[in-house]
């Protein structure tokens, strides 16, 4: 398989040296190299930065490791306008050959490059005698001069562009185009930049030679501004910890490999992973051991796959795979055969030696799916089943969505269970303990299925995380819940609601924007707002669900640490986290009349939360006992069956008047909470959680 890359990029490159090779060696013998007399200060104090810069790159974290800007492009174009076109090859062509002793660049790759700089600057060169009479040895330029100058750069930049885009499509076998339209913008001005500096380097230069370093400082900042860029651009688009693309880059390539498959009618496969035996390490060595772990589950993988692969760490345990071009389903098999043994053998972590599991599925376009949703859904289908087996490895059969079909046909639904609105908020009311009155309400999404009735959210929200689907739903439901506290509030009632956040979607950085921008459409303010995230969500990526929080909170966006207890963060984070609320796990809650172990997590959990001045929500309330005993402990709120079950949006004004009415009359006898008395309550709901 190697071969057929090679096969492409080495004829290639291997045309584009000779060529340049030819135009060197014609070039230099016709050619007067370097200005005569008064000028030779100059041209050599150019020729050493153009060494310089070629020695000293500035390596890009890019898609491609090995991609790097250097500013002897610069320099050897400010050859080119002083000193004409054999000057400029030659002094490239001798930091490229010293680049090639002492940085260890490859032959093949010195001699490339050395044959692309020659082209685009012979090219360049053709262009500039043809529109002036530049370089003229001790005469200014004038603004005709310029002109040709400017349209010289241009045409170095486009020669040297699409020869350098070429042999990275080429290797990557991605179409040229892609390549070439990629960071075309980005390498435009950088590029544009440090040309336009060419001429002012050259008039400079003529004036005093020490000017030249002091122009150099710009040049710096500007270099370090654009590796910035770069950085910010990678880290969108790589999973922090691991370096590893992330879900986005991923579904990006999957995507381009998809159109090119469709064009050359190969094969695209993708696979997802899981690591079996994960939890277990998080569990009982610590996320700094898993963490450890994860770091290595990249560098084996990429040791048994083509370097056109590509690997992504798409959340927590899960990666995937994609090989954007394979012959025929056994090569994909045979590729997910050495992924298993490759991560067979025991990982070292700590001193440790851990053997850990991982289950593979794996989709192909086009037999499985044109768009990435669906071979990702069916990959993930394929996933379970392998889970399922202990085979190791599945590649999706129409079969398997018929042996889990919940899980592939709700998938499938929910986009169009969005656009027909199948997809309802129900509202569950949280009272202050003290006075009993309500303050809020948390938004609990249900589905009601054409087919199926209604649907809880254990029963598609796990598997939407998987697929990429839940951005549009966490959309769908904080856009329906802002909405629904607006009509609320002008119907003159206060309440503030509260949002279920999933992990995926607190790692969505475009979330405070996407909140704002809703806020602002219906009119609320974000204090009305509360998102609530588990613990677990945010040890998935701390660093960046963290950078996110903050946001969150500097929008004036409240949060609430969800199922408080039994996730396993520090205190520490908690300390660091702009959350203003926390919620006590209803299994705590609702146990803690019968289990002493429970109370006491109830009963510090409550502490520790005013100690850090929080509010404090207890779940699972659903009997009296339990609400009396909270009212006891000082927690500041209730939120359970005993209040009220989820409601409807449509009953809950008649539930509340009914409520505060009984609040009234009860408030003359005695202060008690009226009982749950919801059409919900009545319907049989088994105690899932349980
Ligand atoms: P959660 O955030 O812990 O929500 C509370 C769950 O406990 C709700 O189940 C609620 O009906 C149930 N509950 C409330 N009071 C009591 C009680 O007194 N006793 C018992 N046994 N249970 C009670 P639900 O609505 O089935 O939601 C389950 C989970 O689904 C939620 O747990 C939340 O994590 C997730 N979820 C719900 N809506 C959304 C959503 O819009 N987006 C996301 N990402 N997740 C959601
Ligand atoms: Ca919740
Ligand atoms: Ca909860």
Not at 188 to 207: D, K, R
Not at 590 to 619: H, P, W
Not at 649 to 673: T, V, Y
Request: charged letters at 20%.
């Amino acid at each position: 398989m190697q071969t057929v890359r090679s096969s492409r990029v080495r004829p290639y490159a291997t045309v584009v040296s000779v060529a340049g090779f030819a135009v060197l060696f014609f070039t230099a013998a016709s050619g007067r190299v370097g200005a005569s007399g008064s000028s030779s200060g100059q041209f050599w104090l150019l020729v050493a930065f153009v060494v310089l810069g070629e020695m000293l790159p500035i390596r890009l974290p890019r898609r491609n490791a090995d991609e790097e800007i250097s500013m002897a492009t610069a320099f050897s174009f400010a050859l080119l306008i002083s000193q004409g076109v054999a000057a400029a090859v030659l002094a490239l062509a001798l930091a490229e050959l010293l680049a090639y002793f002492f940085r260890g660049k490859t032959f093949s790759r010195s001699a490339f490059n050395i044959g692309q700089y020659t082209l685009a600057l012979a090219a360049s060169g053709a262009v500039l005698s043809l529109l002036s009479n530049v370089p003229r040895p001790g005469v200014p330029f004038e603004t005709a001069d310029l002109l040709a100058i400017a349209a010289a750069a241009i045409v170095f930049f486009l020669v040297n562009n699409v020869l350098t885009s070429v042999w990275f499509a080429l290797q990557q076998e991605i179409p040229v185009v892609d390549h070439l339209m990629r960071d075309l913008s980005f390498r435009a001005s950088t590029a544009g930049a440090s040309l336009a500096l060419a001429p002012v380097v050259v008039i400079a230069a003529q004036h005093s030679l020490p000017l030249i370093p002091v122009l150099l400082l710009p040049v710096l900042a500007l270099y370090k501004g654009g590796r910035q860029a770069a950085l910010n651009e990678y880290q969108a688009l790589h999973d922090n910890l691991t370096n590893l693309p992330n879900r986005v880059l991923l579904q990006d390539r999957v995507q381009q490999a998809i159109l090119t498959g469709d064009r050359e009618k190969s094969l695209v496969a993708v696979m997802l992973m899981d690591l079996d035996r994960f939890k277990e390490v998080n569990d009982t060595l610590g996320h700094h051991s898993g963490d450890l772990l994860l770091k290595q589950i990249g560098p084996r993988l990429r040791s048994v796959l083509r370097e056109s692969d590509t690997i992504a760490r798409l959340g927590g345990d899960e990666f995937a795979v994609l090989l954007p071009n394979v012959p025929d389903r056994a090569a994909a098999a045979q590729v997910a055969d050495k992924i298993k043994r490759a991560l067979d053998l025991p990982f070292e972590i700590q001193g440790l030696r851990l053997n850990i599991e991982a289950s593979i599925g794996i989709a192909f376009a086009p037999d499985h799916g044109r768009d990435v949703e669906t071979l990702m859904q069916r990959a993930d289908v394929a996933m379970y089943v392998s889970k399922g087996t202990r085979s190791g490895y599945a590649i999706y059969t129409t079969e398997q969505d018929r042996h889990s079909p919940n899980r592939l046909a709700l998938v499938g639904q929910i986009r169009t269970a969005l656009e027909k609105e199948e997809i309802e908020l129900y509202y569950q009311p949280k009272a202050e303990l003290l006075t009993g009155h309500i303050k809020g309400v948390e938004a609990l999404v249900r589905w009601h299925h054409p087919e199926r009735g209604l649907l809880f959210p254990d029963e598609f929200i796990p598997m939407t995380e998987n697929t990429g689907l839940i951005e549009p739903l966490t959309v769908y439901v904080l856009e329906a819940a802002i909405k629904q506290c607006r009509v609320w509030q002008e119907a003159g009632l206060d309440l503030t609601v509260a949002v279920n956040v999933s992990p995926r979607s607190l790692l969505d950085s475009q979330l405070p924007d996407q909140i704002e921008r809703l806020l602002r459409k219906w009119g609320l303010r974000s204090s009305a707002l509360r998102l609530e995230i588990t613990e677990s969500s945010i040890m998935e990526d701390p660093v960046r669900a963290m950078g996110i929080l903050d946001r969150l909170s500097e929008k004036g966006i409240s949060l609430a640490l969800d199922d408080f207890g039994t996730g396993y963060s520090s205190l520490s984070y908690l300390k660091r986290l702009p959350v203003n609320e926390l919620k006590i796990d209803k299994s705590f809650v609702m146990n803690m009349t019968a289990d002493e172990d429970d109370a006491v997590i109830v009963r510090s959990t409550i502490e520790l939360g005013r100690n850090l001045g929080l509010e404090v929500v207890a779940e699972g309330v659903e009997t009296e006992e339990h609400w009396q005993t909270l009212a006891d402990l000082g927690c500041d709120f209730a939120q359970g069956y005993y209040l009220s079950r989820p409601i409807a949006a449509g009953e809950f004004m008649q539930w509340l008047r009914a409520r505060e009415k009984s609040l009234q009359q009860a408030d003359e006898l005695h202060h008690e909470p009226a009982p749950d008395s919801t059409p919900e309550s009545k319907r049989k709901k088994a105690d899932k959680s349980e």
